[in-house]
């Protein structure tokens, strides 16, 4: 039996003619649809915005002639955008305006470039599409989750300063007035002329000195790439803990940062911070009013680790040329296992000389829980390197207190709360 052709059939031409008439129909559409490049658009959004925050990314639509549109606000995909994409109807002579709605997880530098629009016909059949460059930046902040711990630690430091009571000694610490003595007074305060005028022994006190240097060095180098844990949950109901989640190294040294200088800022001391790894990114000093912070949390947003080392000898310079006189010296950077970094050891021996120098090193705390699990033949290798690594790490801690340094190496929700105790600690040793 021979082969037919469709076409033969009544249902066929019926078929054939319905696919003419849709096809003619397209085309008709498709050249009524009004062209989106006669569109003006002003783009807009609030920058900068902090980690956590909704971003509302705001489009200003004018058009000459009516249109029926969507229209996407193009954003990475990191950003969350909502709604994904807008349908409106655009009149001339009249503005019309979306606003998409951002939801941020990272801090850093966001660059949008494009808005694409598709108009449709007067028969929604055939639409014509285009992607108009409208450059936009969002600048994310960190989210300074350590700000929960400045009411605790700010309230310690007016205890310093002389809010409450407080004496303290020390080649560090200035005076501040005369007041009888109580028992538990150190009897090296007492002030023997003034009580030889007094029927009462009389005691100085002290407070600590203020307009002292305070340089924070954070390493964006290839030691800030590597991700570190969650805490354990035994640490999560912990007030110290920063629950940073599952983040870079560099995550918790600009946590770190933040509170150390908010507290020193506030304690009146000088504060400088620099973000070095082969070169010097960011170098803020102090400003009027508080304003370091804010710059400080607009040059954060824009630090992301690279893959080089910390060039020591860069530090060493950058911090002989920042500060003139004896002050402390914070270095954000990992420590290295024991006798494994020779310029790290020679640059904390060159800087404890002259400063006080803390190294904060954040630690991962899968290291800890690696460390404990011993349930099976795999578990316990793990375990086993891990424990060995935990006790090279140690080892390079003891090493950097060996050539001078005040040493905090923790878990990396910790290293905020532990670095702000060292600092007021200092304080309350007159060694500031």
Known sequence: MGIIPLFFFPTSLFFFGWLVLCALLWAFDATMAPSPRQLSIERSIDTPIPVGNPAHSRIVLRTPVPMRLDLRDAWPPSTHPSPYSHSLVAQPEMESRVTTTLHLERRGSIRADYVTVRSWGPLRMAARQTSIVAPL??????????????????????????????????????????????RGDDPRDIDWRASARSSDLVVRTWRPERDRHVMIVVDSGRSGAM?????????????????????????????????????????????????????????????????????????????????????????????????????????????????????????????????????????????????????????AFTAAAASATSRDLDAGARDARSVGAYVIDCDAGFLPARLADTYIALKKAGKL
């Open 137 to 182: 930046n969002l600048n994310v902040l960190p989210p300074f989750r350590a700000k929960r711990l400045l009411p605790s630690r700010l309230a310690r430091l007016h205890e310093l300063e002389g809010t409450t009571a407080t004496v303290l000694r020390g080649p560090g610490t200035e005076f501040d007035s005369l007041r009888e003595y109580v």
């Open 227 to 379: 991700l570190l844990g969650e805490p354990q949950e035994a640490d999560l109901g912990d007030k110290d803990l920063v629950e940073l989640g599952v983040a870079p190294r560099l995550d918790a040294q600009i946590e770190a940062a933040l509170l150390l200088g908010v507290l020193a800022d506030r304690a009146g001391d000088q504060v400088h911070m620099l973000v070095v790894d082969r070169e010097i990114h960011e170098d803020l000093a102090q400003q009027r009013a508080g304003a370091l912070i804010r710059e400080a949390a607009k040059a954060f947003s824009r630090v992301q680790p690279s893959l080089l080392p910390l060039d020591w000898q860069l530090v060493i310079n950058a911090v002989d040329k920042r500060l003139r006189h004896p002050g402390l010296v914070v270095l954000l950077t990992e420590i290295p296992p024991a006798a494994t970094d020779v310029d790290f050891s020679e640059a904390i021996a060159t800087l404890s000389k002259r400063h006080r120098v803390i190294v904060a090193g954040a630690r991962d705390p899968e290291l800890g829980r690696m460390s404990t699990d011993w349930t099976d033949a795999p578990s």
